[in-house]
Structure formats: structure tokens, C-alpha cells
């Protein structure tokens, strides 16, 4: 088989194996058959991805699922969330003795979603794009409510709500850049493909394009967690299981984000300057950090502390979009750190909310000794994501500072400061607040395995890594990454 024919490997197999995840008659055969399918979907994906780094872009179907250097980079990441998130799951649950039912359930609607967040990301096809983040909305829905009860259920028709009206409102904004681009391209199949998008957007009509990218910002922003369409997002995180938590701050995020990071190049050049798509994502990053900032501050449940903190750096990542050159290669860089830490941060809150019985931080106290493998991970974790030295997410926070800097936007770069000096003392409080102490009454310690071992130790060793030193191979695929998201000449 090509490596472009394995784009269709890599977005159906996960169909496939959603769907043979109905039939196995033990949990545990369903835990073990979603382990393999997932590791065997990471592997093709960074066959392909280091394809593409090395070689250039890879297209199938016409020209309709394409993987350049930006897509590569996002699924690579997708993988590597999916696949350790998958590995915690299987002991997870096991841990929680969920029903035969239940985790054939939860097996197809994790495979489904994974097929549909592969779909946004090999997709040319702007249409295609949207169909995978609205299906994405469609199969993750039903994970948030998979321990049922008042608040999970309040929480996911609150998830589907917001989000659907959200998707509803970035499909109007894709219809008017294809109105817009049938005037110059006419009125083709392709004309929808981002690269005939892309080829054209220097004669597109700027109104218009104007137009569709605030209601794109609208629509995907809610889908994103940027505020003020955030308020989905501490509820679906609070009450979702570990792993699904996981997934949705460290994957389904940076998906739904890197749709707006397509449509702007092609809007920056529609409007004949670089600066005001910028200016809006800056605008609106700078505004999520901030309220996030101020949540944080009074959050008493570690998840939803969590579920904050992922507002505030996908605030950081927008409003290095905004920022030019630099501050594109600091957003990407930071996506990924972002992803390293939050999804293992995610899986410790979960196993030592199993431990306590509660995810409430005046419980989950003396965290270390309950647990010493995640009680650790859950206080790297944090300080890894408020920026402590030498954790790799504080490079990519002072690469936004220098591109802030070196474009003069100075209240850009005020409100980051304080949003992020605030961020750092309430979650540094929080995090110190849970290590001191002896554990609550009640706390069913957990023995830890050698996978949770590898799931904990191998993002925090890679972002203290990443936080000395940058390897060349790395440094070049986000530079090729950002390349793309740059404004076109």
C-alpha cells in the first residue's frame, strides 16, 4: 500500500474497530482490542508524518485528504494523546469495573472520535473539515455522561448545546468563503479545497472573507473553549471520565484550533494586510487568559481547575497566531507542550479522584504519599503548566513575550503577563495546597503498573527536554508548520 493510500487507512480503521468493539464479550477484550487498534493507528500516523517531514505533502481522493507539514504535526500529537490516554483507559476502567455494556460503548464512541479528529486534520476539503468537528461533537458527547448522573448529564447537553450552535455558526462562515471564492475560482468541486483556497485568496472579495472568518471565530472558538464560549468547557471536563478529559483538553482542542489556523493565511491575504485576523485572535486570546486567570483563583475541584487552565493556553496559542512569524512557530511549539502535560495532568487528577473518592482539592491532600507515582506527576504536572524552569511550556510562553515585544503590542503583552502571573501563583497555591498534608480518611490507595509508569514519567521527560534543549528535527517541522500558517506573500 502507498503512503497516500494509508490517509485512508489511518481514518477508517478506527471506524472499523469502533464497530468490533460491540462485539467482544468481556471488558477487558474490548480494553485490550482498543489498546492494539490505537497504538497500530499511532504507528501509521508517524509513518506518515515523517513522510511528509522528509519528502513534502501527501495527497489521495483528488486532492481531498491531503497531510502537509501542519496537519502532520497536529496528528502526530493526536496520536500521541490518543494512544497514552488509551493505555491509561484500559486500567482505568478496569480500576472502576465498568460494565460489559458500558465499555463497548465507550470502545466504539472513543474509536469514532479518534476517526473523526483524524478526519479534520487530513481533510483539504473545508467541508470535509467541518463535517469531522461536528461529528467529533456528535461522538464525544455521550463520553462525558459515561458515569451517569445529574451533573454528567447537565454537563453534556450543555457540551452539545453550546458546541452545536457554535459548529452551526462556523458552517455559515465556510459557506461565505465559498461564496467568495466561487466569484474568482467558479463554481467547481474543488472550489472548497484549501489549496485552490489558499491559490486564490489574494483576488478574494476582503468583506466578505472578513465576514466568514468572525463567524469561523465564533463558531470553532466555542468548539475551542476561548472565551466568552467557554462555558461549556469546565463542566463537560469536571464530569467526563480521566481519559476522556484528556483527550478533550490535549486533543480535541488543538484540533478544532488548527481549523482557524488554515483559514488564516487565506483571509490575511484576502484583506491585502497582515494585522487584522491577527489583531482578533489576539484580541480574544488576551480575553480568555484573563478570565481564565480569575477562575482559577476560586476553582475547589482539581478537574475543573484543569478545564480553566486549558482556556488560558489555548488563549496563549491564539494570541501567537496573532503575533507574526515568531509568535506562529511559539504557538505550535506551545500546542505541543500544552498537549504533553495537560494529558498527563488529566490522568493523575483521575487516578487519585479514584483513590479519594473525589476530585475536590481540600480532600486530595497529601497526594504524594497516597500516591507517589501520580501524586508526583499530578505537582510536575502543574508546575509544569504554569511555566516553572525548566519545563518546555515556559520557552514557548517567552517566545510569545519576545514576539509581543517585537511587535510592539504592548497591551497584548500587559494583559498576558498579568493573566499569566496570576495563573501561576493560583495554581502553584493549589498545587502545594495538595502535596502538604496526610491523605483524608477513606483513600483506597491503587498500586501503579508499568504502563502507568511510562503514561506519567514519559510527557514530564520530554517536557524538561524540550525545556533545554530543542532537537533540529523538531525545530525544522515546526518550522515548516509554521510556514504555512504564516500570511501568504
Not at 236 to 248: E, K, L, R
Not at 284 to 302: E, P
Request: glycine share 8%; proline share 4%; hydrophobic share 55%.
Amino acid at each position: 500500500m502507498s503512503l497516500p493510500h494509508l490517509l485512508w487507512l489511518i481514518l477508517l480503521g478506527p471506524l472499523l474497530g469502533g464497530g468490533l468493539a460491540l462485539l467482544p464479550r468481556s471488558s477487558r477484550t474490548v480494553l485490550a482490542g482498543l489498546s492494539a487498534l490505537v497504538l497500530g493507528h499511532a504507528f501509521l500516523c508517524a509513518v506518515l508524518c515523517l513522510a511528509v517531514f522528509a519528502a513534502g505533502p501527501l495527497a489521495t481522493a483528488h486532492g481531498w485528504l491531503r497531510l502537509d507539514a501542519l496537519s502532520a504535526l497536529h496528528l502526530g500529537l493526536l496520536a500521541f494523546v490518543f494512544a497514552t490516554s488509551t493505555l491509561f483507559a484500559a486500567r482505568y476502567f478496569a480500576t472502576a469495573e465498568l460494565s460489559l455494556p458500558k465499555t463497548r460503548i465507550f470502545g466504539a464512541l472513543w474509536l469514532a472520535s479518534l476517526s473523526a479528529m483524524t478526519l479534520v486534520l487530513i481533510a483539504n476539503h473545508l467541508g470535509l473539515m467541518w463535517v469531522g468537528v461536528e461529528t467529533t461533537t456528535l461522538m464525544t458527547t455521550f463520553l462525558i455522561a459515561l458515569h451517569r448522573s445529574r451533573e454528567s448529564l447537565e454537563a453534556t447537553w450543555k457540551y452539545l448545546m453550546i458546541c452545536s450552535v457554535g459548529i452551526a455558526i462556523a458552517f455559515l462562515g465556510m459557506l461565505i468563503f465559498g461564496a467568495s471564492a466561487s466569484h474568482v475560482a467558479g463554481d467547481t468541486p474543488d472550489v472548497m479545497l484549501w489549496t485552490t483556497l489558499r491559490d486564490v485568496s489574494a483576488r478574494l472579495d476582503p468583506k466578505l472573507n472578513k465576514l466568514g472568518f468572525i463567524f469561523l471565530r465564533v463558531g470553532y472558538g466555542t468548539k475551542v473553549g476561548l472565551a466568552p464560549m467557554h462555558t461549556w468547557l469546565p463542566d463537560a471536563h469536571s464530569q467526563a471520565p480521566a481519559p476522556v478529559s484528556s483527550i478533550f483538553s490535549a486533543a480535541m482542542l488543538s484540533t478544532v484550533m488548527y481549523c482557524l489556523m488554515r483559514y488564516l493565511p487565506v483571509v490575511e491575504a484576502a484583506t491585502g494586510h497582515v494585522g487584522w485576523a491577527s489583531r482578533l485572535l489576539c484580541l480574544f486570546g488576551a480575553l480568555s487568559m484573563i478570565i481564565a486567570a480569575a477562575f482559577i483563583l476560586f476553582q475547589r475541584d482539581v478537574k475543573r481547575m484543569l478545564a480553566y487552565c486549558s482556556v488560558e493556553h489555548m488563549g496563549i496559542v491564539a494570541i501567537g497566531l496573532g503575533l507574526g512569524s515568531l509568535g506562529i512557530f511559539a504557538a505550535l511549539f506551545h500546542t505541543l507542550n500544552h498537549a504533553l502535560a495537560k494529558s498527563m495532568s488529566f490522568c493523575a487528577a483521575g487516578r487519585l479522584g479514584q483513590m479519594a473518592g473525589t476530585h475536590q482539592m481540600s480532600r486530595l491532600r497529601g497526594t504524594i504519599r497516597m500516591s507517589p507515582l501520580w501524586g508526583t506527576g499530578l505537582c510536575l504536572g502543574l508546575l509544569a503548566l504554569i511555566g516553572v524552569v525548566p519545563s518546555a511550556i515556559f520557552m514557548s510562553e517567552l517566545l510569545v513575550v519576545k514576539a509581543a515585544i517585537d511587535a510592539h503590542a504592548t497591551g497584548i503583552l500587559i494583559a498576558f503577563l498579568v493573566a499569566a502571573g496570576t495563573v501561576f501563583l493560583g495554581m502553584f497555591a493549589h498545587a502545594m495546597g495538595m502535596v502538604r498534608g496526610t491523605p483524608a480518611e477513606g483513600c483506597k490507595p491503587i498500586p501503579a503498573d508499568a504502563s502507568e509508569l511510562v503514561i506519567a514519567a514519559m510527557p514530564l521527560l520530554l517536557l524538561v527536554l524540550l525545556g533545554l534543549w530543542m532537537p533540529q528535527p523538531l525545530r525544522e517541522a515546526l518550522s515548516q508548520a509554521a510556514a504555512i500558517v504564516g500570511p501568504l506573500p
